[in-house]
């Protein structure tokens, strides 16, 4: 069962977590329960299918030996070269399930949450290869991984920062505003998902002369669609939160008014923020670093952009191996790349003065780039 | 001054392009615009090739290095 997808699932989680309340209100943790929680949550999402339960259980052990023997290695050496096997490796399990579909070929293994469960494993890996993370703990790692209120889509947080919140005990005054803005999140979450992008694709997107191929339908579609897939994944994005804050977990907010984004920049400091972010530190920035550090390429601007590239390729292949989702990313990449020299140019030319017009004009210009990049990634064009 | 500081703030300024980052060591350097992630990462390198001094990209906390000041003083603790 796919977690938060319907109103049952909130009324048993609620009465479950009612040990949880108590303890938390008494500045106590339950470790036996939370495990007893965390299996029988688990169980829930993965049980309905064998084979998925099996690939999720091997991934886990996968992943966990992975990281622990490059913590074992990493106490006495650095190679380089280790470390891209560990990646790798690290990385294998996912680039199957992605690749051998691509192939035609039928398997039953993958399971709901693998490419965010990635995401978690290498960036303790990198973490560990620069030497900021010295004090890891197997048990640690297990339980940011089998941190199930996020299991599914994230958002995804950073081990160390999960570490805090997880080895400390919140006062009660702590745990009760805690539990107040989980409570909020969740009721967030069910505008978001349960009535505004429920009524959003009943209403709109799935009508028939929505469905119809011709210009006007697939206008008002890229419109629907765009808000549709924010309300829908910032909605569960709220129930993530909200479940992660009820036990004493700050998961990280995903979604900050994309659509009041002023540039493409700031629209990927306010969308689907631990993903881009993730992004930006693993990706990004380690490319740009090891480029220029290297000298490889002079001109600074040519490594950013082919960082960007790299960057937005990464994130659209990672949707899918699909064209559109490659079409996605490029256009993406083309877009940052086009405002950094608009950005540039400007602040020697200072045409586009700062002022209530041209934010308003940047706002308008923004939310259509935005939109028109969610119709490529729908797939509804090609 | 010292040349901690006289060096790191020649680094900012030609990153950032302003000597504004010299006049106001307070200044907000995410906020205003003046560093992004590209900046961040020049701003590693050169503190690594004329500073010797190695920062890891996780542990470059936008938070923990958002003005000059607080940049002189996560760079003195490395020191």
């Known amino acids: 069962m796919t977690p938060y997808t319907n109103i049952y699932y909130f009324i048993v989680l609620v009465f479950l977590f009612i040990p949880i309340f108590i303890a938390g209100l008494r500045e106590k943790k339950l470790p036996v329960y939370s495990f007893v929680l965390t299996v029988l949550l688990l169980s829930s999402v993965y049980l309905s299918s064998l084979t998925e339960f099996l690939s999720f259980v091997c991934y886990i052990i996968w992943q966990i030996g992975m990281v622990s023997w490059y913590h074992f290695y990493r106490k006495t050496n650095n190679a380089t070269s280790i470390f891209y096997f560990f990646i790798f490796f690290t990385l294998l399990p996912l680039l199957l399930v992605k690749v051998i579909p691509f192939f035609h070929i039928h398997t039953m293994i993958g399971f709901l949450g693998i490419s965010y469960l990635t995401f978690k494993s290498v960036q303790v890996i990198i973490d560990l290869r620069d030497g900021t993370l010295k004090d890891y703990r197997l048990f640690d790692f297990a339980s940011f991984l089998l941190f199930y209120p996020t299991i599914s889509s994230g958002p995804i947080d950073r081990f160390k920062r999960f570490r805090q919140d997880f080895s400390s005990i919140p006062t009660k005054d702590e745990y009760r505003s805690l539990f107040f803005h989980g409570t909020n999140k969740i009721f967030q979450g069910f505008l978001y998902k349960f009535i505004i992008a429920s009524l959003l694709n009943a209403n709109v997107i799935q009508t028939l002369y929505v469905q119809e191929h011709s210009f006007l339908p697939t206008l008002i579609y890229m419109y629907a669609y765009s808000l549709y897939l924010f309300f829908d994944f910032a909605g569960y994005s709220c129930f993530a939160i909200g479940v992660s804050y009820y036990l004493g977990i700050k998961t990280p907010e995903n979604f900050h008014l994309p659509f009041l984004s002023r540039n493409i920049k700031d629209f990927w400091n306010r969308w689907h923020m631990s993903l881009s972010f993730w992004f930006r530190d693993y990706v990004y920035m380690r490319f740009v670093f090891l480029f220029t550090k290297k000298k490889w390429i002079k001109n600074r601007y040519t490594v950013s952009y082919l960082g960007y590239f790299v960057l937005f390729l990464l994130m659209g292949l990672w949707h899918g191996l699909a064209l559109h989702y490659i079409v996605y990313g490029l256009y993406h990449a083309c877009l940052i790349i086009t405002f950094d020299l608009f950005d540039r140019w400007n602040k020697k030319h200072k045409k586009w003065k700062k002022n209530k017009w041209t934010y308003g004009i940047s706002l308008f210009i923004t939310f259509h780039v935005i939109c028109f990049g969610f119709l490529l990634f729908s797939g509804r064009l090609f | ?79």
Do not use: K, Y
Request: with cysteine; net charge negative.
């Open chain 2, 1 to 79: 001054m010292t040349t901690l500081q006289e060096t790191v703030l020649t680094i900012l300024e030609t990153i950032c392009e302003t000597d504004a980052v010299r006049e106001d060591l307070d200044l907000h350097l995410f906020d205003e615009g003046l560093l992004d992630s590209f900046g961040s990462v020049a701003l590693l390198v050169e503190i690594e090739s004329q500073l010797g001094i190695t920062v890891g990209i996780s542990d470059f906390d936008r938070d923990q290095w958002a003005t000059p000041q607080l940049i002189l003083e996560r760079l003195a603790e490395r020191q």
